[in-house]
Nanobody, 122 residues
Framework: VQVQASGGGLVQAGGSLRLSCAAS????????VAWFRQAPGKERAFVAA????????YYGTSVKGRFTISGDNAKNTVYLQMNSLKPEDTALYYC????????????????WGQGTQVTVSS
């Protein structure tokens, strides 16, 4: 399966963005889909994940209550709605898909998109 992230951009603190992760080649069924982010000089960090059944969602501590992950089976796309953005949310955001049980560790994800840049100005 190929995954492609889009929707990044420049936004002021307090603003919102919605990222999209589209799958091609195969459907997202039976995969968990996650968002990770990496800021310059920092390690890649878990942001959020969703089981493809959509019945379970997971969030990193720093984004809980501000970000929402959701999926659209018909469009084979996962979204990350980001509200109340802060300058510390600035990073390259990646989406990834996993056929295994790993949720929080990036090493458990087999398929990665190219990343989309999110920049939050103060």
């Amino acid at each position: 399966v190929q995954v492609q992230a889009s929707g990044g951009g420049l936004v002021q603190a307090g603003g919102s963005l919605r990222l999209s992760c589209a799958a091609s080649g195969r459907t997202f069924s039976s995969y968990a889909v996650a968002w990770f982010r990496q800021a310059p000089g920092k390690e890649r960090a878990f942001v959020a994940a969703i089981s493809w059944s959509g019945d379970r969602t997971y969030y990193g501590t720093s984004v809980k209550g501000r970000f929402t992950i959701s999926g659209d089976n018909a469009k084979n796309t996962v979204y990350l709605q980001m509200n109340s953005l802060k300058p510390e949310d600035t990073a390259l955001y990646y989406c990834a898909a996993s056929s295994g049980r790993t949720i929080y560790s990036s090493s458990g994800y087999e398929y990665w998109g190219q990343g989309t840049q999110v920049t939050v100005s103060s």
